[in-house]
């Protein structure tokens, strides 16, 4: 297989920017898509405002900046994004009938040598490319948030993923200086499975007034050393994500360890989602 040299990333949002920003820095040719001009360009934004902050901490140039912009276009089209590519990545919500959708859609436009790749971080590899008519070259590429500073990506391997699929992927994403690890299908791989427990019981000693979020979250810092505690991330990520993931891990895996805590999904319908609403387990 050729080296990676275009690259449609197909979603603008939280992943996708981050995905096309880390794939136009190392010198790919890169198309963002998303479903309106608000959205892509929102992406944009988002990415000249990472490589700003990249600029004013001395670790991006001038130059970079605007070598990586350039190499980026947007389009509203999912036809157009895909045309040519030699990898494309979708970053979509994590619905399995949004992505089957997506990927049928990819399927009739993308070059045959094209690598499919979704972003998921826990639905099933087989499902997803069971929408593609040659599932050998589809694999799973879980990036993480933000995808410009963390290093790790998950490539997941399905049933019927081919062995030059999954080392391509491999080699791709060590070219973007990340340190990929390779899982094969199952549901939450390796990330997402140990995160969710974590996160899950975390939750329930909020509700059980075991300990504050804040307590918790060091105990897990300073105790084991993690970087970020486990309440603080799931606000990062998004209350409703998590409740959706865990949703998923527990109808998928049969296990109580991913039974979504009652606080979790009351947050949710309060519309405390994190970040992202300015309200979860903090205020930001």
Request: glycine share 10%; with cysteine; hydrophobic share 45%.
């Amino acid at each position: 297989m050729s080296k990676i040299g275009t690259v449609a990333v197909l979603g603008a949002g939280t992943m996708g920017h981050g995905i096309a920003q880390v794939s136009a820095a190392i010198g790919c040719t890169v198309r963002m898509y998303d479903v309106n001009d608000e959205a892509v360009s929102g992406g944009v934004d988002r990415i000249r405002g990472n490589l700003d902050k990249g600029i004013a901490r001395g670790k991006v140039t001038e130059e970079a900046r605007d070598a990586t912009l350039a190499n980026l276009t947007t389009t509203t089209t999912i036809a157009e994004a895909v045309a040519g590519a030699d990898l494309v990545v979708e970053a979509a919500p994590e619905s399995m009938e949004l992505k089957e959708s997506i990927f049928s859609e990819v399927d009739a436009a993308a070059p045959d040598h094209a690598i499919l790749a979704t972003n998921t971080s826990s639905l099933s590899i087989a499902q997803i490319a069971a929408s593609v008519q040659d599932p050998s070259r589809f694999v799973g590429m879980h990036f993480f948030n933000p995808v410009h500073i963390m290093a790790l990506v998950e490539v997941v391997w399905g049933a019927e993923t081919s062995t030059e699929t999954r080392d391509a992927a491999v080699d791709f994403a060590r070219r973007l200086g990340k340190e990929p690890i390779v899982v094969k299908d199952a549901p939450g791989f390796a990330s997402s499975r140990l995160g969710i427990v974590l996160g899950m019981e975390a939750i329930r000693m909020v509700e059980q007034g075991v300990a504050s979020p804040a307590d918790i979250d060091k105990a897990m810092e300073l105790g084991y050393r993690h970087p970020m505690g486990p309440l603080r991330l799931t606000d990062l990520v998004g209350l409703d994500v998590r409740l959706g993931i865990t949703e998923y891990l527990h109808e998928t895996l049969g296990s109580d360890a991913f039974a979504p805590p009652a606080l979790l999904r009351q947050m949710v319908e309060d519309g405390k989602l994190g970040k992202k609403s300015g309200q979860g387990f903090y205020t930001w």
